[in-house]
């Protein structure tokens, strides 16, 4: 929510049994298991996402017709929403009074999803930076008990509307759930802040169904610099520090997509080195285009791809006008369309996806003022010259590619058998120095 840019129950806890990779040992059967379920996830990208059925070859030329001829085969799984942010801020967390069924305040509703074909989304469990935590971060904070409220009215939500939404833990999951017509739902934490310095409270959000962090907010915390949001702010780590190096691996291990959204270039490049899993932008537009700290600059886009010397990734473009537009007033699908095509120019269409921060944004582009509006932004690129492979990738395809290389590296750690990481944060009073042992 203004001025920073954004100012459901587990239905089956057997689901998050995912974290079976913690085994040091892996017997010959997960294996096979594991390559049926990698080998599955494919083939229902492929065909979810990529051959769409029986068009094979041609969408209609109308654009709006295209964009919704394929949104029907490819819906858009947005990397960034903040429902559950509106629903703290306005109905102090009481799910009996939402009711997602009928036109909300915000941008987010069944009816308006349905309309703009949104196949799933990262709930976002976002509680904002501290301004009470101190320089070192030590003093306690409400943030982990915000963060678990986040995660608890996500849940209640998904629950309370089963109908409509799911909760999904893999990309074999998604793509199941959207096959079925329902609404992927997965939960992003927005901030290192939000983990209260301890890399057993990121295992427990992971253990809740969590799927991604996003490195940092508009603050610095234990692990990270940010990038600030329209005017840099002085550096801390210069990057990552040891603990955020270690947090890294531990993301890489549990399956944790790690998000470099919001964090600073050095964070970000740094990230980008070490991580050996897939990363995610979950929402930022690029700073070519628009020259703030909070959008992505080229020499952090160069190192995003398949090649020497990059990692794999999507980059899930805002929409805020503030952030993607010189003149906020006039920003509009085609100016959202400018960022799509610029991010994939310098790393390629394979490495765009949606992120559109409805419910965190206070202003709207003209033309996608909420999430019943995803067709026209798919038109418009269609116009654009882009196939349908192409706009399936942006979409879908390309975060689920994302995500399941990161489930892979998981199940690769797990075979190696790397350990949970033990680091502790060395400010912290409460824990004896691992030195005196
Ligand atoms: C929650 O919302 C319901 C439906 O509006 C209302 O009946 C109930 O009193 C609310 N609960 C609390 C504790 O405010
Ligand atoms: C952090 O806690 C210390 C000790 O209680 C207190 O003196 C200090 O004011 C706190 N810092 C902030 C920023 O609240
Ligand atoms: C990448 O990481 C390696 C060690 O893993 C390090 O030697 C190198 O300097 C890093 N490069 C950058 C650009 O951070």
Same mark, same amino acid.
């Given at each position: 929510?203004?001025?920073?840019?954004?100012?459901?129950?587990?239905?089956?806890?057997?689901?998050?049994?995912?974290?079976?990779?913690?085994?040091?040992?892996?017997?010959?059967?997960?294996?096979?298991?594991?390559?049926?379920?990698?080998?599955?996830?494919?083939?229902?990208?492929?065909?979810?996402?990529?051959?769409?059925?029986?068009?094979?070859?041609?969408?209609?030329?109308?654009?709006?017709?295209?964009?919704?001829?394929?949104?029907?085969?490819?819906?858009?799984?947005?990397?960034?929403?903040?429902?559950?942010?509106?629903?703290?801020?306005?109905?102090?967390?009481?799910?009996?009074?939402?009711?997602?069924?009928?036109?909300?305040?915000?941008?987010?509703?069944?009816?308006?999803?349905?309309?703009?074909? &949104?196949?799933?989304?990262?709930?976002?469990?976002?509680?904002?930076?501290?301004?009470?935590?101190?320089?070192?971060?030590?003093?306690?904070?409400?943030?982990?008990?915000?963060?678990?409220?986040?995660?608890?009215?996500?849940?209640?939500?998904?629950?309370?509307?089963?109908?409509?939404?799911?909760?999904?833990?893999?990309?074999?999951?998604?793509?199941?759930?959207?096959?079925?017509?329902?609404?992927?739902?997965?939960?992003?934490?927005?901030?290192?802040?939000?983990?209260?310095?301890?890399?057993?409270?990121?295992?427990?959000?992971?253990?809740?169904?969590?799927?991604?962090?996003?490195?940092?907010?508009?603050?610095?915390?234990?692990?990270?610099?940010?990038?600030?949001?329209?005017?840099?702010?002085?550096?801390?780590?210069?990057? &990552?520090?040891?603990?955020?190096?270690?947090?890294?691996?531990?993301?890489?291990?549990?399956?944790?997509?790690?998000?470099?959204?919001?964090?600073?270039?050095?964070?970000?490049?740094?990230?980008?080195?070490?991580?050996?899993?897939?990363?995610?932008?979950?929402?930022?537009?690029?700073?070519?285009?628009?020259?703030?700290?909070?959008?992505?600059?080229?020499?952090?886009?160069?190192?995003?791809?398949?090649?020497?010397?990059?990692?794999?990734?999507?980059?899930?473009?805002?929409?805020?006008?503030?952030?993607?537009?010189?003149?906020?007033?006039?920003?509009?699908?085609?100016?959202?369309?400018?960022?799509?095509?610029?991010?994939?120019?310098?790393?390629?269409?394979?490495?765009?996806?949606?992120?559109?921060?409805?419910?965190?944004?206070?202003?709207?582009?003209?033309?996608?003022?909420?999430?019943?509006?995803?067709?026209?932004?798919?038109?418009?690129?269609?116009?654009?010259?882009?196939?349908?492979?192409?706009?399936?990738?942006?979409?879908?395809?390309?975060?689920?590619?994302?995500?399941?290389?990161?489930?892979?590296?998981?199940?690769?750690?797990?075979?190696?058998?790397?350990?949970?990481?033990?680091?502790?944060?060395?400010?912290?009073?409460?824990?004896?120095?691992?030195?005196?042992?």
């Amino acid at each position: 929510m203004p001025p920073t840019e954004e100012t459901g129950l587990l239905t089956h806890i057997d689901g998050v049994d995912e974290g079976t990779v913690r085994r040091k040992t892996v017997t010959r059967a997960v294996v096979r298991g594991t390559l049926l379920v990698v080998f599955a996830v494919a083939l229902a990208v492929v065909l979810l996402y990529n051959d769409l059925g029986e068009l094979a070859g041609k969408l209609p030329k109308d654009p709006h017709k295209a964009a919704a001829v394929l949104l029907d085969q490819a819906p858009v799984i947005d990397g960034h929403i903040d429902l559950p942010e509106l629903i703290r801020t306005v109905y102090a967390n009481n799910a009996s009074a939402v009711e997602l069924d009928k036109p909300t305040r915000g941008h987010v509703d069944i009816p308006r999803i349905r309309k703009g074909k &949104l196949g799933g989304f990262f709930w976002s469990v976002y509680v904002d930076c501290p301004s009470d935590a101190g320089e070192e971060f030590i003093n306690a904070t409400w943030r982990v008990r915000d963060t678990l409220e986040q995660i608890d009215i996500s849940h209640q939500l998904i629950e309370k509307y089963r109908e409509t939404f799911e909760l999904t833990l893999t990309a074999a999951d998604i793509t199941s759930a959207i096959s079925r017509g329902k609404v992927a739902s997965l939960l992003g934490v927005e901030g290192g802040h939000q983990l209260g310095n301890s890399l057993g409270v990121l295992r427990t959000y992971y253990a809740l169904g969590v799927r991604y962090m996003t490195l940092t907010h508009v603050c610095h915390n234990a692990f990270a610099d940010s990038s600030g949001l329209f005017t840099g702010i002085e550096p801390l780590h210069h990057g &990552l520090s040891p603990l955020g190096e270690a947090l890294v691996y531990e993301m890489n291990r549990l399956g944790m997509l790690v998000d470099l959204s919001h964090t600073s270039d050095d964070t970000a490049l740094q990230a980008l080195n070490i991580s050996r899993a897939p990363v995610i932008f979950s929402h930022s537009a690029a700073r070519a285009l628009h020259d703030i700290p909070r959008n992505v600059p080229d020499e952090v886009l160069k190192k995003v791809g398949t090649g020497p010397g990059q990692q794999d990734g999507v980059v899930m473009v805002n929409f805020y006008p503030a952030f993607v537009s010189d003149h906020p007033d006039e920003a509009d699908v085609s100016t959202v369309a400018d960022h799509i095509d610029y991010i994939a120019s310098v790393t390629s269409r394979k490495h765009v996806g949606i992120g559109s921060d409805y419910d965190g944004i206070e202003t709207t582009p003209i033309g996608l003022e909420d999430v019943s509006k995803y067709p026209a932004l798919i038109a418009e690129l269609y116009i654009r010259g882009w196939g349908k492979r192409d706009l399936a990738g942006l979409t879908g395809a390309n975060l689920l590619r994302v995500k399941a290389g990161a489930e892979q590296v998981a199940l690769q750690m797990a075979r190696e058998g790397a350990l949970p990481a033990a680091d502790i944060y060395e400010k912290r009073p409460d824990l004896p120095s691992r030195r005196d042992h």
